[in-house]
């Protein structure tokens, strides 16, 4: 059965900084791109970033770049998002995913081309 597990949410001052973490179990960790929704009060879930199967590619939404990063751990099996410069309107639930289907290079991570995803964390910037 496949996991994926988030933590590290929680309620920050704007400005602050977040780790988030997303261990993943039951699947081959080195196949699967990676990435990182969020969803906000009221709106749609957007990717926010992403990270190939060889953790050699990856994606930022514009408006993260330069404050956010993704990392991955083959050997732990971990997925990262080192979230600085927090802003409140990034504020939102934040999700793991993992896809088989995003090809090499790819900037795209679509929704409906995940196969997996956690439950979500909580991430509150309080300005």
């Known amino acids: 059965q496949v996991q994926l597990v988030e933590s590290g949410g929680g309620l920050v001052q704007a400005g602050g900084s977040l780790r988030l973490s997303c261990a993943a179990s039951g699947l081959t960790f080195s196949n699967y791109a990676m990435a990182w929704f969020r969803q906000a009060p009221g709106k749609e879930r957007e990717v926010v970033a992403g990270i190939s199967w060889s953790g050699d590619s990856t994606y930022s939404l514009d ?3 330069g404050r956010f990063g993704i990392s991955g751990d083959n050997a732990k099996a971990t997925v990262y998002l080192q979230m600085n410069s927090l802003k409140p309107e990034d504020t939102a639930v934040y999700y793991c995913a993992a896809s088989s289907n995003i090809p090499y290079g790819s900037n795209r991570y679509p929704e ?13 910037v309080s300005s």
């Open 63 to 65: 408006s993260v770049k």
């Open 112 to 124: 409906a081309g995940m196969d997996y995803w956690g439950k979500g964390t909580l991430v509150t």
